[in-house]
């Protein structure tokens, strides 16, 4: 069974930082692209940051783009999103998602997710 | 960056009944690269339809989807009580959006 669970959420002051980790089990991770998407309180998805199978493309939403950095470790089966210069509108729940061979498809399946609170 | 508007923003019906949900891109989408998620309460996103219209794995056949170009529906032949949920559409051919959300509530 195919199964992601994050860490590492938390409360942070604004222009703070954090590491978010989402641990995979269930099948071969290098071989899949993955990504980070997050939900505000109350509101819908957005596509955060994606990442190729090998790690060697990146990519990041217009709203994160040189503050976020999207990593994966196959020794660890972990796929990481280090946050930098947060913001209060980054407050959100944060859910790692599994994609298919390719950054450009579905996301199946999606973690629990963690919560991220940007806050004084 | 394609935008998807979703309609309606909230949809009041029974179950037994009936859903329509309908998800509009601002461009054509290629290859009709659209997802369709349904999110309950407290709970991540889960697959239903991929490519516009292929079922993911263990989803039941009263949920399909369809459409091509900029215009997809979502459609639940007959209402479980399970299904009062809220419902997204995703496109990933040019880069990844989501659309705002359909919130399916029980009349």
């Known amino acids: 069974e195919v199964q992601l669970l994050e860490s590492g959420g938390g409360l942070v002051q604004p222009g703070g930082s954090l590491r978010l980790s989402c641990a995979a089990s269930g099948f071969t991770f290098s071989t899949y692209a993955m990504s980070w998407v997050r939900q505000a309180p109350g509101k819908g998805l957005e596509w955060v940051s994606g990442i190729s199978a090998s790690g060697g493309s990146t990519y990041y939403a217009d709203s994160v783009k040189g503050r976020f950095t999207i990593s994966r470790d196959k020794s660890k089966n972990t796929l990481y999103l280090q946050m930098n210069r947060l913001r209060g509108e980054d407050t959100a729940v944060y859910y790692c998602?599994?994609?298919?061979?390719?950054?450009?498809?579905?996301?199946?399946?999606w973690g629990q997710g963690t919560l991220v609170t940007v806050s004084s | 960056e394609i935008v998807l508007t979703q309609s309606p923003g909230t949809l009041s019906l029974s179950p037994g009944e009936r859903a329509t949900l309908s998800c509009r891109a601002s461009q054509s989408i290629s290859s009709s690269y659209l997802a369709w998620y349904q999110q309950r309460p407290g709970q991540a996103p889960r697959l239903l339809i991929y490519g516009a219209s292929s079922r993911a794995t263990g989803i039941p056949d009263r949920f399909s989807g369809s459409g091509s170009g900029s215009d997809f529906t979502l459609t639940i032949s007959r209402l479980e009580p399970e299904d009062f949920a809220v419902y997204y559409c995703?496109?990933?051919?040019?880069?990844?959006?989501f659309g705002q959300g359909t919130r399916l509530e029980i009349k």
């Open positions: 995703q496109q990933y051919g040019s880069s990844i959006t």
């Open positions: 998602a599994k994609q298919q061979l390719v950054l450009n498809s579905w996301f199946d399946p």
